[in-house]
Structure formats: C-alpha cells, structure tokens
C-alpha cells in the first residue's frame, strides 16, 4: 500500500484533493464571514442568531435530500471529471452572488445582503450535493482497493484542513476581502478541476429518473436493504446530525457563554475541523489500510464523553463583564483556555477516527458502477437526520435549554451512534 501521503505525488489523486480542498476552503469561508457577520454584527440575540445558523444550515441541507439521488445516478452514468468541471464553473456564479451579498450587508443593506447571502448558501449546498458523490466515488476507480481508505482519510483530512483554513480567515478578514476572497478560490479551483483524470461510466448504461421524489425513494430503498449498507449509513448520519448541532451551536455559544470574540468563535470551530483531519489520517493508520469498524464503537463513546467534559467546562467559566468579549489575548489567559482548546480537540479528533472508517465502507462493499448512488443514498438520509437536528435546536432553544445542557443531547446521540457501529463491526467480522 503507498503510503497515504504518498497519495499527493500522484496524478490520479492530487487535482481532485487540491479540488475538493479548495471547494471546503472557499464554502467554510464564506459561510463562516457570512455567520460572523450576522452574529455580531447584526443580531443581539441569542435566539435570534441560533434562528438564523438554523436557517443557513437548513438551506444548504435542502439540496441534498432533493437532488442526492439525481447526482448519484449522473455520476454513476457519466464521466465524474466532466461534471467536476461543470460544478467547479457553477461555483464561480454561485461565489459572485454570495460576494454582492456580503459587501451589500456591510454597507448597511442588511436584509438584502442577508438574503443574498442565504441564497449563495442554497445554491452552494447544490454545488455540494453534485460534488459529494463523485469526491468518493471516483477514488476506487482511480487507485488500488488497498489505497481507498487512504485516500478517503486524506480526502476527510483534506476536507478538515481547508475548513480550519477558511474559518481562521473568515474571523481575521473584512466583509471587502472575504468577497475578493472567494471569487479567486473559486477560479483556481475551476483550474485544478481540470487536471482531474478522466472517470468513465463503469457498468451498463443508466436510464436517469429525473423524479426528485421518486428517485430519492428507489435510491434509498435500493440501498437500505443490504444490512451493512444501512448501518453504515445510519451511524454516519448520527455523526453528521451531532455535527449540526454543534456548527449550529458554536458561535451563540462563544459569544453569549464564552463572552469571547468572533476571532475566538473562528479558532473554536477551526480546532475542531483539525481534530477530525487528525483523526482521519490516525485511523488509517491504526487499521493499516483495512476497511473496517473496529475503532468506530469506542471512538465516539469517547466522544461522548468529551462532549459531556466540555459541556462542564462551559459552565465554570468566567464570563467577561456585560458588554465585553474576550479578545484573543484576554481568551487563552483565562485558567479554563486551554482545557477547553484540549477538549474539542479531543471531540474532534475520536469523531474522524468514527466516521472515515464508515465512509471507505460505501464505496469499497458495492459495485463500482453503484459507488455514487450509493454515497448519494447516504447524503439523501445524512441530510433527513441533519435537519432533524436543526429543527430540534430550534425547539429545544426555545424551551429555554442552554448550549450547555443541549451538548448532552449531542453525548446521548453519541451512545446511539456507537451502538449502531457495534452492530456495523458484528455484521462485517
């Protein structure tokens, strides 16, 4: 087996890791300028912000539970480095509207920017829902079956690392170089798109429902029945479900129970996204190459119980005097700085150790011509269970619970999650 960093001196993978590194920078840092913008500078209230995270995670997700299943039949049944490219262009339009909107907003026109804003977001969870399947589903064709956990743990790593990037910068920049900032990712991106090698339809010719509905409902039913398939699927979409409510979450909880600034609220969610980069190039190396859910059980217990450590962290820390954010410097000197800063790293990094193990499995247990579908199939589910999550933020915030006592919620699901990796690992030994 290469080795997994050996991947990047390749041809077959590099242009599509520089693409999809590239795409999680350019999404992380618009939607984290956009969610910084709004949080601190044009709402005062928590419920208000945590309404609004809610909305732009909601919107980004509604693509995918309509048209995951379309975008796995088109990737299964035409060349994957031709729609790359097609969606690396779309990405250029899509940057454009999302620029107007936040130099808009920043010049005082904040409904119009904001809904200019929210609409790039829509339209980036489109650009998301095309790219998705293809970033996975092209791996075993172009590398060797004992190079695709490799790969697929430095894609997620990849993926982390350009959302730690992005979400550093986003708390750094202004409004005016957040806008220049995307559209130049996206060029470069639409150049790296092109050196992908080509990925011909593998299999028999694919006759394309076009039925969002009815397309969803054959992919999923398709997919389910196969008892590995389906519990892969389910303890990934706890994953991504947990993961929702956290990004919901972080920055209403920095600002109102950490009292910290929107350069801490970016460093808080951009340790997080090494964790999980950490943990995905980890557990490659600990199963040595095999696709298997060994780890998974006790990884996200752990988990679990580092949310609940970081739930009480939380509610012995010293807040600022009213009115006063903890700037960077006045943060990290706080007693309770670097036990927090350990504790999501921690999250983190046994959440990736979960997850990219589960990932290898829907494109290494099928056919190669199923691979996008059945990647589709789980983002169609992943997004049900994200929004479900979303829509339980919302209710449970307005019942008055806290971001404290909510990350409880999030160790529960945790506990779900790794009984259903148990039953994954049972299944496949």
């Known amino acids: 087996m290469i080795n997994a960093l050996g991947l990047l001196k390749e041809r077959r993978f590099l242009p599509l890791f520089t693409t999809q590194f590239l795409g999680a920078f350019n999404d992380n840092l618009f939607k984290q300028s956009m969610v910084l913008f709004a949080t601190y500078e044009i709402f005062a209230d928590p419920q208000r912000e945590a309404n609004f995270n809610a909305l732009a995670t909601g919107l980004s997700i509604l693509p995918f539970v309509l048209l ?6 088109l990737a299964d049944s035409h060349d994957k480095a031709k729609i790359i490219r097609i969606v690396k262009t779309a990405e250029i339009a899509i940057m454009v509207l999302g620029a107007a909107g936040l130099l808009i907003a920043h010049a005082g026109h904040g409904a119009i920017g904001l809904g200019l804003m929210l609409g790039a977001v829509l339209f980036l969870g489109v650009h998301s829902t095309f790219f998705g399947p293809i970033k996975y589903a092209i791996l075993p064709q172009h590398l060797p079956a004992n190079d695709v956990l490799g790969g697929t743990g430095l894609v997620e790593a990849g993926t982390y690392l350009a959302i730690l990037i992005g979400t550093v910068v986003a708390g750094y920049i202004s409004p ?12 470069i991106g639409w150049f790296a798109a092109r050196q992908v090698p080509p990925a011909p339809r593998e299999g028999p010719k694919l006759a394309i429902n076009w039925n969002p509905f009815t397309s969803s409902w054959r992919l999923i039913n398709a997919t389910l029945h196969i008892p590995r398939l389906f519990l892969a699927i389910c303890a990934i979409s706890f994953f991504w479900t947990i993961g929702a409510v956290l990004i919901i979450m972080f920055p209403p909880l920095v600002k109102n129970e950490l009292t910290a600034s929107r350069e801490v609220a970016s460093v808080v969610t951009a340790i997080f996204s090494v964790g999980i980069a950490i943990g995905s190039v980890a557990i490659n190396a600990m199963l040595k190459g095999k696709v298997s859910a060994k780890f998974a059980p006790a990884s996200v217990i752990a988990m679990g119980g580092f949310v609940c450590l970081f739930s009480f962290l939380v509610r012995h820390w010293t807040k600022a005097p009213p009115g006063i954010f903890y700037r960077w410097p006045e943060f990290v000197h706080q007693p309770g700085a670097i036990p927090i800063f350990a504790t999501l790293l921690a999250i983190a990094i046994t959440g990736g150790m979960f997850v990219v193990p589960l990932y290898a499995f829907l494109t290494t247990t099928v056919a190669p011509d199923q691979t996008a579908r059945t990647v589709a199939a789980n983002n169609v589910v992943n997004s049900f269970a994200m929004a479900i999550g979303s829509v339980a933020v919302l209710f449970i915030s307005s019942l008055g619970v806290g971001p404290a006592d909510m990350l409880f919620l999030v160790a ?17 030994d």
């Open 68 to 73: 995951s299943a379309l975008s796995g039949q």
């Open 176 to 187: 005016e170089g957040a806008a220049i900032g995307v559209l130049v990712v996206a060029a």
């Open 412 to 428: 529960g699901m945790c506990l779900v999650a790794a009984w259903l990796a148990q039953l994954l690992h049972r299944a496949c």
